[in-house]
Nanobody, 120 residues
Framework: QVQLVESGGGLVQPGGSVRLSCAAA????????MGWYRQGAGKQREMVAL???????NYADSVKGRVTISKCSSANTVYLQMTGLKAEDTAIYYC??????????????WGQGTQVTVSS
């Protein structure tokens, strides 16, 4: 019913920057939350940043000051701008949307994941 497509990521040098995008399409009535999560090798998936339709944001302590989440509501798209990247930021990054679909149900939908590797 809802598809999320991520773009961005890749190999980045320490201290560098990267911008991730995630666009949703499908039977969307409304989106009540957007967020980015990541999973490093051998680690559990963790929240990176969240944003509400009103624009309220929440960040993991490990990325505060280095990461900015933003959105374009008209395009059902969320962005993650990351700067000052460190090796420990290496992970697969996933977007997640909380969506009310046209049929009336609510659900969480995940993107396919995009790899960010921080290495010289």
């Amino acid at each position: 019913q809802v598809q999320l497509v991520e773009s961005g990521g890749g190999l980045v040098q320490p201290g560098g920057s990267v911008r991730l995008s995630c666009a949703a399409a499908g039977s969307i009535f409304s989106i009540y939350t957007m967020g980015w999560y990541r999973q490093g090798a051998g680690k559990q998936r963790e929240m990176v940043a969240l944003i509400t339709p009103e624009g309220r944001t929440n960040y993991a302590d490990s990325v505060k000051g280095r990461v900015t989440i933003s959105k374009c509501s008209s395009a059902n798209t969320v962005y993650l701008q990351m700067t000052g990247l460190k090796a420990e930021d290496t992970a697969i990054y996933y977007c997640k949307f909380g969506v009310t679909v046209l049929s009336g149900g609510n659900g969480d939908y995940w993107g396919q994941g995009t790899q960010v590797t921080v290495s010289s």
